[in-house]
């Protein structure tokens, strides 16, 4: 069949190309049409990250979490840290069972190397989709050029690289906002007013996955779910009953949640205490991630890419077009000032990368007609400048310590750590000292040996069996020692019980954020064996876990679980996970028993 002539002259010539007689020179042709200087130019920084994410691969500690829980998952143990204790440590939810449909799929294969390479694929799918979704909103235009402001900026970011794979879910991050960005773009009509045949289910489905990603982008996805009516009112029940569809995976996991963990969230969420305020923390994070690579520059150009698509839509009376346009950015903006909120992350940039790719969304590319060209180059060339500056010469100023502030670039830190600077199987962390660590409580668990070891001394366990350390790195150790050593976290992020002791703000020391150790009588009280000379601290910790909701805590995560153990955890939840109590042990004891000193 012969190609229509008007799609022959996409070249950007005023004029049909006629149509070679042989079959050498259609081939030609077809590519001539393909590999237009517009698709190359997009394609460029696509193919810059997948060279670069994959030359930084890897798989930081805390992404060896997520393949401790999937080891108990596999050893039949379920879904937890240690054996005999429920708590949920795996922020992301989809993520965790993408890794254990990699396991069931790749069973060869260690789990993080799977992991790693489909984070990088996520990554650039991302990319793509969030091209073809900007490319969308000028599909009603009579544009010459396509200039990829937006994904040239992501691109030049060296954190961007370090977090197309890592281990953890940043890779699903762009990949879910750039999809439901290019689904939403999909829903505005091809002419004003124009009907939409297709229902919205393959967009709310995928918008309802926005919680399990990471509890926060709940506020992405209720922004996208908005502008998914936007797109159509007068549809406003197909809406309703594709929302409804999907979110019901969301409330499914939420049941099991609090059927299984005892909770409403994560665990880490209560550790790291993600309702508090830190502003100047924050701020540091801020400008230590957008100061060090001047984002003011491609920012301000994608901000004014959006502020001519919502021009273009206020022209047009499109709310449709404008929501959709907004709904990125707005998120982005209310998403990164949660973030400072909070106190940013010990990450460098790791939890504002996907608030900038967010931002960038509707600017992602930009077509331009013909007699705006000239402004157009001069944009790119613009961005592109700053985008060889940045991605050759900015560099965190600290590499294998943390800064000042806390603030870590996770990835140069812990290849310091290793004899190889590799950092993705296990015999490329073999050499790091948590590694040795747990090696070594694996070896004595192997012997037959039983203590709780808390860095500086051991001491009888509780129960006179098994190996308890006690220590702040629960990645790469735990994995390396094995499903039946218990290793007891002093940070609280993988402990259900610690991780609601709340300490005076005035008493914290100043450490990375969300890191908070709690006081080490809670540890003894629940895995050391009673000792006449145990301190007054231990012993008020002793009594404060027998009284009240504490108490009623321990058993939900510690019971055996059945039926009805899961269905009294479901209504327990709501209550456990605003429980709180004093980490000081006597306040605790107060608190919680009535206990008063003297008695």
């Known amino acids: 069949m012969l190609l229509p002539e008007a799609r022959l002259s996409r070249l950007g010539s005023t004029s049909a190309r006629p149509i070679p007689e042989t079959h050498l020179g259609r081939a030609w042709l077809a590519l001539q049409l ?17 060279f670069m994410g994959w030359q930084q691969r890897w798989i930081s500690d805390d992404g060896w979490i997520n393949i401790r829980v999937l080891n108990q998952f596999f050893a039949g143990n379920g879904p937890v840290f240690n054996i005999g204790e429920r708590v949920e440590v795996t922020t992301s939810t989809l993520w965790f ?32 989709t969030a091209a073809l979704g900007a490319a969308r909103l000028f599909a009603r235009r009579n544009t010459f050029v396509t200039v990829p402001v937006g994904i040239l900026a992501m691109a030049a970011l060296p954190p961007f690289w370090d977090f197309a794979t890592s281990g953890l879910e940043t890779g699903l991050s762009f990949a879910w906002l750039g999809t439901c960005f290019w689904l939403l773009t999909r829903r505005i009509p091809p002419e004003i007013g ?15 996955l926005g919680p399990l990603i990471r509890p926060d982008f709940a506020l992405y996805a209720g922004l996208f779910a908005l502008a998914l009516l936007f797109t159509r009112l007068r549809g406003w029940w197909q809406w309703l009953i594709c929302c409804t569809i999907g979110i019901a ?23 790291k205490s993600a309702g508090d305020v830190h502003w100047e923390q924050g701020l540091i994070y801020l400008i230590d991630y957008a100061g060090l690579y001047v984002l003011a520059v491609p920012l301000l150009v994608g901000l004014l890419g959006v502020g001519l698509h919502l021009a273009y839509a206020v022209r047009r009376r499109e709310l449709g077009r404008a929501v959709v346009v907004a709904a990125p950015v707005l998120g982005a903006l209310l998403h990164a000032l949660y973030i ?20 960038m969304l509707p600017a992602a590319v930009i077509a331009v007609d013909k007699p705006r060209r000239e402004t157009a180059m001069v ?20 590499q294998d310590s943390a800064s000042e502030d806390g603030i870590a670039n996770e990835r140069a830190f812990w290849a310091a750590t290793t004899t190889t600077n590799q950092l993705l199987t296990i015999n490329d962390w073999r050499s790091s000292t948590p590694a040795w660590d747990g090696q070594l409580a694996r070896w004595n668990q192997q012997a037959g040996l039983s203590y709780y070891d808390d860095g500086s001394r051991r001491l009888p366990t509780r129960s006179g069996t098994g190996i308890y350390l006690a220590r ?46 709690r006081p080490a009588a809670w540890r003894t009280a629940r895995y050391v064996k009673a000792a006449e000379d145990d301190s007054q601290s231990v012993a008020h910790a002793r ?21 009805e153990r899961f269905w009294e955890n479901v209504s327990l939840a709501p209550r456990l996970t605003t429980f709180t109590f004093p980490a000081d042990p006597a306040e605790a004891r107060k608190a919680l028993c009535g206990w008063q000193p003297g008695w």
Not at 102 to 126: D, F, I, N, Y
Not at 249 to 271: C, D, E, H, K, S
Not at 348 to 357: N, Q, V
């Open 379 to 398: 944009v790119l060339a613009f961005v592109a400048g700053w985008a060889v500056a940045i991605s050759t010469s900015a560099r965190t100023p600290y």
């Open 543 to 563: 009594l404060a876990l027998q009284c009240g909701d504490l108490a009623v805590l321990e058993q939900a995560v510690t019971e055996p679980m059945t039926s």
């Open 340 to 359: 400072v909120r909070m106190g940013g992350d010990f990450m460098h940039a790791r939890f504002l990368l996907p608030d900038t790719f967010a931002l």
């Open 472 to 517: 702040d790195n629960m990645g790469i150790l735990p994995v390396m020692a094995g499903n039946e050593v218990r290793v007891v976290d002093r940070l609280a992020l993988a402990d259900p019980i610690t991780s609601h002791a709340v300490e005076d703000p005035r008493l914290q020391d100043k450490t990375r954020v969300g890191h908070q150790p």
């Open 97 to 128: 069972w993408m890794l254990v449909a990699g396991r069931w799929l790749l069973p060869g294969t260690e789990p993080q190397v799977t992991g790693a390479a489909v984070g990088w694929v996520l990554t650039l799918l991302g990319m793509v």
């Open 194 to 208: 124009g009907p939409l045949r297709n229902w919205p289910l393959a967009a709310a489905i995928c918008i309802g």
């Open 249 to 271: 995976p969301a409330v499914a996991y939420q049941i099991w949640r609090m059927g299984f963990y005892a909770l409403m969230v994560p665990n880490t969420a209560l550790a």
């Open 34 to 50: 393909v590999f237009t200087p517009s698709h190359v130019a997009v394609a460029a920084p696509i193919v810059m990250v997948a």
